[in-house]
């Protein structure tokens, strides 16, 4: 299974977990994380630039990049994040048999629903995919870690800085 064949939603999203025997477990741990009620001067987010799906995987990849690089700098109680989307969509996959005399073995199109293989988000242009509050001396750690997360990402997503508090003059 190659990502490649999954990074465009194209059509109609499958969410109908009920129907479907041993559906993909979710890997993401924990969806924030950090001290949440904390008097922040910044929130730094990953926007998304174009209109994409996301594997669960990759998410939690990014997410744990991020909050490990964050943590280091501010401390467990210094900083807030929280994932933005949720991989809800289901994908499939039809495998089919690739070697000498695999024509005899194989049916086709015939009832190819597929197998459910992974979990996928759909992630729309300019949406936020994660976020994090973090105080004005940590601003710099957190842009750096936010890089490190967009590496992870089947996309080079935009890091916006938001200021929290109205600027002293």
Do not use: W
């Not at 594997?55 to 997410?63: C, L, T, V, W």
């Not at 048999?97 to 597929?114: N, V």
Request: proline share 4%.
């Amino acid at each position: 299974m190659h990502g490649a064949n999954y990074r465009i939603g194209n059509g109609q999203p499958y969410t109908r977990k009920e129907f479907i025997k041993g559906k993909p477990q979710i890997k993401i741990a924990k969806f924030s994380g950090g001290k949440r009620d904390g008097d922040y001067d910044y929130c730094v987010q990953l926007c998304s630039n174009e209109k994409i799906q996301i594997r669960h995987m990759a998410i939690e990849s990014a997410r744990l990049s991020a909050n490990k690089a964050i943590e280091q700098v501010a401390g467990e109680t210094g900083y807030f994040s929280t994932l933005k989307i949720y991989p809800h969509i289901l994908l499939r996959e039809n495998k089919m048999i690739a070697t000498a005399g695999a024509d005899r073995l194989q049916e086709g199109m015939r009832g190819a629903f597929g197998k459910a293989v992974s979990l996928a988000a759909r992630v729309k242009k300019g949406q936020v995919i994660y976020e994090a509050h973090v105080k004005k001396e940590h601003l710099e750690a957190a842009k750096k870690a936010m890089h490190g997360a967009a590496v992870k990402l089947p996309i080079t997503p935009t890091i916006k800085v938001i200021p929290l508090k109205p600027a002293v003059a």
